[in-house]
């Protein structure tokens, strides 16, 4: 029983690179059929899931609150950073990052992939009017905002 257990499921990954690895090779859909997988950057770390619905949903958001969990995240992985949109006054989870720290520049790099993916995916900025988060400042500091003149 033990081998056709190990036939259904792949052996768990001993590294980060591992994780990446075997993350590349799966075709990860959610229960509707969206590719739920957009960023597996195996320079900077960082593995962004969301769908392209999820962005275009951010992207229509005026309020994201954003967190970041570090007691339930993978191994491997110092945090889960989460975007979350306002839809009809409730808050939902639209995005998930796992962030390899909590660094500034790390911060300011997922923050380029979500800009990056919303563009690409949606053909739309993603530049919040109002950002809520409930820790360190650091992440608000890193995402830019669009200034108007005027």
Same mark, same amino acid.
């Given at each position: ?14 590294? &980060? +690179? +591992?994780? *990446? ?6 075709? &990860? *859909? ?16 960082? &593995?962004?899931f969301?769908?392209?619905?999820? %962005?275009?949903?951010? !992207?229509?958001? @005026? ?6 969990? $570090?007691? =339930? !995240?993978?191994?491997?992985? $110092?945090?889960?950073?989460t ?8 808050? &939902?989870?639209?995005?998930? %990052?796992? %962030?390899?720290?909590?660094?500034? =520049?790390?911060y ?8 990056? @993916? !919303?563009? =690409?995916?949606?053909?739309? +900025?993603?530049?919040?009017? +109002? ?20």
């Amino acid at each position: 029983m033990h081998r056709a257990r190990l036939a259904r499921h792949p052996t768990l990954p001993k590294s &980060i +690179e +591992e994780t *990446q690895n075997a993350i590349k090779n799966m075709d &990860i *859909q959610t229960n509707t059929g969206e590719f739920f997988l957009f960023v597996n950057d195996e320079g900077t770390k960082i &593995i962004m899931f969301s769908t392209v619905s999820n %962005l275009q949903l951010l !992207c229509d958001s @005026q309020r994201v609150f954003m967190d970041g969990t $570090f007691k =339930s !995240c993978p191994k491997f992985y $110092f945090q889960v950073f989460t975007l979350l949109g306002l839809k009809n006054n409730v808050y &939902i989870p639209l995005v998930f %990052l796992l %962030l390899p720290g909590k660094t500034k =520049s790390i911060y300011k790099q997922a923050f380029q992939h979500v800009k990056s @993916q !919303c563009s =690409s995916l949606v053909g739309k +900025e993603f530049y919040p009017s +109002e950002v809520f988060a409930d820790f360190e400042l650091d992440p608000i500091h890193t995402q830019p905002h669009k200034h108007h003149n005027g």
